[in-house]
């Protein structure tokens, strides 16, 4: 099986989320699941940490702001959001205000965009919302959302250079799966589960690996 197949086979965030961005409702969910990821925070406890506002009922911007500054900060520390938990509350108390003030909501908001630059330009206008989170939200909604065409990250180009998949046409749909890979295998050194070890080059040029 090709480097690309396997990739193929890697679910997204928002697939292991159990999210259907192809509904208003799922894609404000990953926007929220996003804001999490957004923080220089571990994946599980960013996935941890969204399942218990799904619990909790608090997946819109409407019940956002209705929870207020207490019950967010519950919410955050109960999934081991700790770290960021105070400043992440006001953060989504923020967005949450700006977006139904200026916009009404995520879907109004895309609408309103001309084009793809536009776009992310009207994303970065929310305070604490910075070029990692847009790229986040918007790389697994290339599918659906045709202006959500963010410029390709640096983690999945790392990733792309070492399985040599430079002139692969197809690399900005297999993002998010390249970024998973750069953060569960390469970052933590955990080359022989990778799923595309057999196509990376520094792999194969390690002469302590060896191929199971």
């Known amino acids: 099986m090709s480097a690309e197949q396997k990739l193929k086979e890697l679910p997204s965030y928002s697939e292991e989320l159990g999210l259907n ?64 938990d105070f400043s992440t509350a006001s953060k989504l108390l923020n967005i949450s205000r700006l977006l139904e003030k200026k916009y009404g909501s995520l879907e109004k908001l895309y609408a309103s965009a001309e084009n793809n630059k536009d776009l992310e330009k009207r994303f970065l206008e929310f305070k604490g919302i910075g070029p990692t989170t847009v790229n986040i939200f918007l790389r697994e909604l290339r599918p659906i959302w045709e202006k959500a065409d963010p410029k390709v990250s640096s983690p999945a180009l790392d990733v792309v250079k070492k399985i040599k998949l430079e002139e692969n046409r197809k690399i900005k749909f297999l ?18 589960g990778c799923p595309v070890r057999k196509s990376c080059s520094e792999f194969k040029n390690d002469n302590n690996r060896f191929e199971p």
Do not use: H, M
């Open 175 to 192: 993002e998010s799966s390249l970024v998973r890979v750069n953060l569960e295998y390469c970052k933590s050194k955990r080359c022989q």
């Open 21 to 84: 961005l192809r509904e208003p409702e799922g894609r404000f969910k990953w926007f929220l699941a996003s804001i999490l990821f957004g923080k220089r925070i571990s994946a599980e406890i960013a996935k941890r940490t969204f399942a218990k506002f799904e619990s909790a009922g608090i997946t819109t911007s409407e019940k956002i702001l209705e929870a207020g500054w207490d019950k967010l900060v519950e919410i955050l520390d109960s999934g081991g959001y700790t770290r960021y």
